[in-house]
């Protein structure tokens, strides 16, 4: 009885129910609420491990245009490789693979 009496009390302050519903709102019905957060920030590690990628991989066509430009048997060697291109006096055979 007497623990249904403090049961009782704390339900009637009024400052025990606003925080209650204040809490149940901010966990359940904002537009912020705690699963949302956690879903933005799963996405926000997910953009951040995309825009490191990238980085990773504008820096390397950085690298190899540079070394295009710089370097003919570069251009020549890319030029074989990419486009499958040859010189006059060559035949070119290609086996397929991978």
């Known amino acids: 009885m007497k623990l249904l009496a403090q ?3 704390w339900l009637r302050n009024k400052f025990f129910v606003a925080f209650a519903a204040f809490t149940v709102w901010m966990l359940f019905f904002d537009e912020r609420d705690v699963f949302t957060m956690r879903h933005h ?3 926000f590690r997910e ?3 995309s825009k490191k990628y990238y980085t990773e991989q504008i820096n ?3 690298t190899e245009l ?3 430009k710089n370097n003919p048997a570069t251009l020549e060697k ?3 490789e990419k486009y499958y291109m040859k010189r006059d ?3 070119l ?5 991978h």
């Open 47 to 49: 953009l951040q491990q």
């Open 7 to 9: 049961l009782t009390s």
């Open 78 to 80: 890319y030029a074989r």
């Open 60 to 62: 390397q066509e950085r």
């Open 89 to 91: 006096n060559e035949d």
């Open 41 to 43: 920030r799963q996405e």
């Open 93 to 97: 055979f290609l086996v397929p693979g």
């Open 66 to 68: 540079e070394s295009l």
